[in-house]
């Protein structure tokens, strides 16, 4: 391929050393540069790209994508203002615009983008489609699937996904799309047919400098959208519902407390944890992505959770978009047992254990929430504090638990730090563990605190009894914490079935 045939895609500004070159593809990293490719200078927090193009060049490098002219290399050199954005752009054009042959589907959240984009993809496969799916847990092509490193891939990497699905012949792609991917320009050449936005809460701060600027960064996925486009937003969100009069694509609306939503939930059950209800669609919906018809029919779900019913309407409205059949909607619902540590009940015999990633001060009302609707004794938490977050959302996650703990009846809270089993990037601060403990002092909750995992997980287990609810809470410093009280049954109860037991690890990626 020749450079010209793509440069087309770029807002050049000057050119140096411009002459005729064949290319073989393009590099982000110095490190992957192959012959013939054309390296792209990108800016990063911790690192500028034009440091290592001489090592680019030296690799193989054919030309360059540049903020700023480099003198002392004589390769063909494209001055442009944005070289990430930049990257998006010449990705998709590489990739010959992979998006635009296929339903692209981006759902963004705080809470559930996992969740809904594993529901939604159900639902298509239920259907008989060959699908893809890229998000935090895996990247799946077809029957192929690998790990996820980033919840969404930058720019090139996702074009090359998105081009080897085409090649594969699929036909629908469900991906999930994070704030950073948003402020960062990765998804900025994707052509999305169906965006969502299902939630925003504190989180990310860090990476956003302010929660405005979390939500405007957020809220670019249902803002860019086009008119030939569809939205789906969620009325019991004040942020998503706000967002109705800010796109020009066609907007269609979940809820399940709002009364003026296109698609409601009603007739909630959720006393066994998992929940049935009505999905109520009061009209015919007319979209450009396809037609929503009226009526009413009874989904059971197979994850449980007050969340996984938010989840479920915003991936059942994607499934109708894309031709479902209430049939295969109730199947794929009914039989889609969830995604790991969201909301996962991973033993539920005397008493349950249910596995939840407790990440921000949302995800924990939505938790709790969810645990107040459901028929049990009494509820043991045991809680990892999160780590390398800062004291601000530490204290909002402390302050969302001492809220549910009188309707709860909790009075006390099984804390770790999980020294052992978390990476450097996870530890917690000693300022971090002291507004926990703080925030509990002041609301009377008693703290029975663990430096490791195994100690927290092993108290909580030693105080459950029949009919109770072990809650294991936690971001990344829980993420071993199933495997530990799986382990931990084993040896309480020998005569359990192991091979059951242990069931819920078999597909695990993170903690195994």
Same mark, same amino acid.
């Given at each position: 391929?020749?450079?010209?045939?793509?440069?087309?895609?770029?807002?050049?500004?000057?050119?140096?050393?411009?002459?005729?070159?064949?290319?073989?593809?393009?590099?982000?990293?110095?490190? $992957?540069?192959?012959?013939?490719?054309?390296?792209?200078?990108?800016?990063?927090?911790?690192?500028?790209?034009?440091?290592?193009?001489?090592?680019?060049?030296?690799?193989?490098?054919?030309?360059?994508?540049?903020?700023?002219?480099?003198?002392?290399?004589?390769?063909?050199?494209?001055?442009?203002?944005?070289?990430?954005?930049?990257?998006?752009?010449?990705?998709?054009?590489?990739?010959?615009?992979?998006?635009?042959?296929?339903?692209?589907?981006?759902?963004?959240?705080?809470?559930?983008?996992?969740?809904?984009?594993?529901?939604?993809?159900?639902?298509?496969?239920?259907?008989?489609?060959?699908?893809?799916?890229?998000?935090?847990?895996?990247?799946?092509?077809?029957? $192929?699937?690998?790990?996820?490193? +980033?919840?969404?891939?930058?720019?090139?990497?996702?074009?090359?996904?998105?081009?080897?699905?085409?090649?594969?012949?699929?036909?629908?792609?469900?991906?999930?799309?994070?704030?950073?991917?948003?402020?960062?320009?990765?998804?900025?050449?994707?052509?999305?047919?169906?965006?969502?936005?299902?939630?925003?809460?504190?989180?990310?701060?860090? +990476?956003?400098?302010?929660?405005?600027?979390?939500?405007?960064?957020?809220? $670019?996925?249902?803002?860019?959208?086009?008119?030939?486009?569809?939205?789906?937003?969620?009325?019991?969100?004040?942020?998503?519902?706000?967002?109705?009069?800010?796109?020009?694509?066609?907007?269609?609306?979940?809820?399940?407390?709002?009364?003026?939503?296109?698609?409601?939930?009603?007739?909630?059950?959720?006393?066994?944890?998992?929940?049935?209800?009505?999905?109520?669609?009061?009209?015919?919906?007319?979209?450009?992505?396809?037609?929503?018809?009226?009526?009413?029919?009874?989904?059971?779900?197979?994850?449980?959770?007050?969340?996984?019913?938010?989840?479920?309407?915003?991936?059942?409205?994607?499934?109708?978009?894309?031709?479902?059949?209430?049939?295969?909607?109730?199947?794929?619902?009914?039989?889609?047992?969830?995604?790991?540590?969201?909301?996962?009940?991973?033993?539920?015999?005397?008493?349950?254990?249910?596995?939840?990633?407790?990440?921000?001060?949302?995800?924990?009302?939505?938790?709790?929430?969810? +645990?107040?609707?459901?028929?049990?004794?009494?509820? $043991?938490?045991?809680?990892?504090?999160?780590?390398?977050?800062?004291?601000?959302?530490?204290?909002?996650?402390?302050?969302?638990?001492?809220?549910?703990?009188?309707?709860?009846?909790?009075?006390?809270?099984?804390?770790?730090?999980?020294?052992?089993?978390?990476?450097?990037?996870?530890?917690?601060?000693?300022?971090?563990?002291?507004?926990?403990?703080?925030?509990?002092?002041?609301?009377?909750?008693?703290?029975?605190?663990?430096?490791?995992?195994?100690?927290?997980?092993?108290?909580?287990?030693?105080?459950?009894?029949?009919?109770?609810?072990?809650?294991?809470?936690?971001?990344?410093?829980?993420?071993?914490?199933?495997?530990?009280?799986?382990?931990?049954?084993?040896?309480?109860?020998?005569?359990?079935?192991?091979?059951?037991?242990?069931?819920? +690890?078999?597909?695990?990626?993170?903690?195994?």
């Amino acid at each position: 391929m020749k450079l010209t045939e793509i440069l087309s895609a770029l807002d050049v500004v000057d050119v140096k050393n411009e002459q005729a070159v064949d290319i073989t593809g393009l590099a982000y990293n110095s490190r $992957k540069v192959e012959p013939g490719n054309v390296f792209v200078c990108i800016r990063g927090v911790k690192a500028d790209g034009h440091k290592f193009a001489p090592s680019a060049v030296e690799a193989g490098a054919v030309a360059l994508i540049v903020e700023e002219f480099l003198t002392e290399l004589a390769v063909p050199q494209y001055l442009v203002k944005d070289a990430r954005s930049s990257l998006a752009a010449l990705a998709d054009a590489y990739f010959d615009h992979p998006t635009q042959k296929m339903k692209t589907i981006g759902i963004t959240a705080t809470n559930g983008k996992t969740s809904t984009s594993f529901m939604a993809n159900a639902i298509l496969e239920e259907q008989g489609l060959k699908t893809g799916l890229i998000g935090t847990v895996v990247v799946k092509i077809g029957d $192929k699937a690998e790990p996820s490193e +980033l919840t969404t891939p930058e720019s090139l990497d996702l074009q090359r996904y998105f081009s080897e699905m085409v090649d594969a012949d699929i036909q629908h792609v469900v991906m999930e799309v994070s704030s950073s991917a948003l402020e960062l320009d990765r998804v900025g050449s994707v052509d999305f047919d169906i965006v969502t936005f299902n939630n925003i809460s504190r989180e990310h701060i860090d +990476l956003h400098s302010s929660f405005e600027n979390y939500v405007m960064h957020k809220s $670019k996925l249902v803002t860019r959208a086009g008119a030939d486009k569809v939205a789906i937003l969620n009325l019991d969100d004040a942020y998503s519902a706000a967002l109705q009069d800010q796109t020009e694509a066609q907007v269609v609306t979940i809820g399940v407390e709002s009364e003026e939503a296109d698609i409601r939930c009603t007739n909630l059950d959720l006393s066994t944890g998992r929940a049935t209800f009505t999905v109520a669609i009061a009209r015919t919906i007319e979209t450009p992505q396809g037609t929503i018809p009226q009526g009413d029919f009874t989904v059971t779900l197979g994850t449980p959770g007050y969340h996984s019913v938010y989840n479920s309407l915003v991936a059942i409205a994607i499934g109708l978009l894309c031709d479902a059949s209430v049939e295969t909607i109730q199947r794929a619902m009914e039989n889609f047992t969830g995604v790991e540590r969201r909301f996962e009940m991973i033993f539920e015999e005397s008493f349950k254990i249910i596995d939840d990633h407790f990440a921000n001060s949302g995800n924990i009302d939505i938790t709790l929430g969810t +645990l107040e609707k459901m028929d049990y004794r009494n509820l $043991k938490l045991v809680y990892a504090i999160r780590g390398d977050r800062g004291v601000t959302v530490n204290r909002e996650n402390a302050e969302a638990i001492a809220r549910w703990a009188p309707k709860l009846g909790l009075t006390e809270v099984i804390a770790t730090i999980s020294k052992s089993h978390v990476t450097a990037k996870d530890v917690v601060a000693e300022e971090e563990k002291a507004v926990f403990l703080e925030v509990m002092e002041a609301a009377g909750i008693q703290v029975h605190l663990h430096e490791e995992l195994p100690d927290a997980v092993k108290e909580g287990l030693s105080r459950a009894e029949e009919q109770d609810v072990v809650l294991l809470a936690g971001c990344q410093g829980m993420d071993y914490g199933a495997k530990f009280a799986l382990e931990q049954l084993a040896d309480m109860q020998p005569t359990l079935d192991r091979e059951k037991l242990f069931k819920p +690890l078999a597909t695990r990626v993170a903690g195994v």
